[in-house]
């Protein structure tokens, strides 16, 4: 009987490893339970024969009576954190620095619990969280509970790993189920149910939540001999521990860029929460090299995605003047951190959006990037309301003229009718200098308003009349000769522009950055477009008649027309200067997406490429999508493009179809 006892611990082991680790069942379930039913019915004839590494000690059933201390022989530090691909690149200068020239392991950061597991000849011993790096606390009584952590390896050694204790969403969702059932308050995410699941001192109650792991260090790898990380992550799997198949190993910062941007895109998709990529230095010996700060290695990073919605204080809301004359209204917030960027205004858009949301001054509001963009106010937390919050009342005059405002029939926004309001002008000249726009270097939004209230720029054309005022420009407090030099060559290179930044930078209502390129590409020089009649804009794929009555309206008014005139004077270019379009029946009026890691062309030169042959290029698959071009590791958009049947090419493919 103990030899079958030793067999079904054998039998339940390896479908557990199979299951859990390699996610290959090789049992069914039937087979399991008949199996694990028999070694129950065994051990509880002879307890005394009962093994360490047998699968019913994952069942639990062990209460304490509180958690004890554990001293970490190697430290548990936690990774520094960055946000944005400045950030990375920036940790990439620091290693090159150091004369060396990095592979990276790149990991998807599991949003779990940390933990450290510790074997002596094999057998499981103890586990440990993390705590605050030198001290943690011992969990080992849940965490056998979990299958997928092996209690005893494949080889007798000594080891300390290091991994991700979590939970899936589709067991979240299962438990809540249940809850809502027995009228138990609902877990909230899958991070706080793994937490809370590990520090339960009854060890059943952890076993029920079936929580999963992924092992991704290893302390020590030069005392096994190992000299890369990526030799450390497979001698862990072939003891044992489920290592999580998204690793992948990259030789250059620009795939680090990549394999973030495909990760991001499957987030959602993925049975488990990330909330980021770790990116780590491979060679073992190059990691010492590179040491470690007081809290951080200095071979890893964490690139950290951006966070949904994050907390603040609505403070004020205040009103600004745009270049057309609309009013918009703007929270005022307590700074706060998202996605990379202090945050603290955001557009309320209008009096209606303000009264839907029910925002009043003064309350804690949630915040997210529109787009990982634009910051956007969620919504208002009516829980956190004190009593003391203040009504949001729109106001009827402009902010700058005091012209009492008016708002159009059928329309939500107010406008300042004043077309001789500074702030209109300030906004218009704002734009026309910005990045997208001539890309004026120096010209910011402090500048302009600063120059405008001196007078030195009351209108575009005084942009390029700056230098009869270089003399005074010097000698404000705050400019010096380096400065206004800098600043009259940027305005004097923005003359160079190609047409289409120009047509942009006019701030034509409708007429955005990429449909300013459709006009430039279609026209070539600003006096054909500006002769263009309303039914040769109509034609032009992507202008409808909305954005075509703009732009006529815009050429049709004398004040724009002298504009024009006197900023031809001045040489500023008018004419097209990228690449003519050749028509070509593989790409004409086709709309593209790119998908996945390119090898032989960057993002940016295949897009130039399908524009250079009157294509266009999307973010989305849709129905409307013509062709979707895939690179290495191709994420969500090549699995939508096979469901909808849309042609797919390689990129080999697609450098073929170009020398056609």
Known sequence: MQDRMNELIDIINEADYNYHTLDNPTITDQEYDKYLRELFEIEELHPEWIREDSPTQHAGGKIIEGFTKVSHKIPMMSLSDVFSEKELINFDERIKKEGITPEYMCELKIDGLSVSLLYEKGKFIRAATRGDGTTGEDITHNVKTIKVIPLKLKKEVDIEVRGEIFMNKKTLQELNKKRKEKNEPLLQNCRNAAAGSIRQLDSKVAAERKLDNFIYHLPNPLDYGLHTHSEAIDYMQDLGFKINPNNRLVSSMKEVLEFIEEK?????????????????VNDIREQQKLGY????????????????????????????????????????????????????????????????????????????????????????????????????VMITECPMCK???????????????????????????????????????GLGDRIIEDFYNFGFIKDVPDIYHLKKHEKDLVSLEGYGDKSVS??????????????????????????????????????????????????????????????????????????????????????????????????????????????GALEIFTREEAKEKIESLGGKTTDSVSKKTSVVIVGANPGSKYKKAQELNIPIWTEKEFQEKLSK
Not at 320 to 333: F, K
Not at 502 to 521: C, D, W
């Open 403 to 441: 012209t009492t405002l008016v708002k159009k029939e059928g329309q939500v926004d107010y406008y300042c009718p004043n077309n001789k309001c500074p702030a209109r002008h300030i906004e218009g000249l704002i734009h026309f200098a910005s990045r997208d726009a001539m890309n004026i270097e």
């Open 293 to 392: 700060t007081a809290k951080y290695p200095k071979w890893a990073t964490a690139y950290k995605f951006p966070a949904e919605e994050v907390l603040t204080k609505l403070k004020d809301i205040i009103f600004t003047v745009g270049r057309t004359g609309q009013i918009t209204p703007n929270a005022v917030l307590e700074p706060v951190i998202v996605a990379g960027s202090t945050i603290s205004r955001a557009t309320l858009h209008n009096e209606d959006y303000v009264k839907e949301k029910d925002l009043k001054i003064g309350d804690i509001v949630s915040i997210r990037k529109a787009g990982d963009v634009i910051p956007e106010v969620v919504e208002r937390k009516a829980e956190r309301r004190t009593g003391k919050e203040k009504d949001f």
């Open 486 to 595: 800098n600043l009259l060559n940027a305005i004097e290179n923005s003359k160079k522009n190609s047409l289409e930044r120009f047509i942009f930078a006019l701030g034509i209502p409708h007429v955005g950055s990429k449909t300013a390129k459709i006009l430039a590409i279609r026209f070539e020089t600003l006096e054909k477009l500006q002769n263009a009649s309303l039914e040769d804009l109509i034609k032009i794929p992507d202008i409808g008649e909305i954005i075509a009555k703009s732009i006529r309206q815009y050429f049709e008014k004398e004040y724009n027309k002298e504009i024009l005139e006197e900023l031809k004077q001045l040489n500023i270019n008018m004419i097209y200067l990228g690449k003519k379009v050749e028509e070509n029946e593989l790409f004409s009026q086709k709309t593209f997406v790119l998908t």
């Open 264 to 280: 991001g895109q499957i987030r959602d998709k993925l049975p488990y929460d990330i909330d980021g990529v770790v990116i780590k």
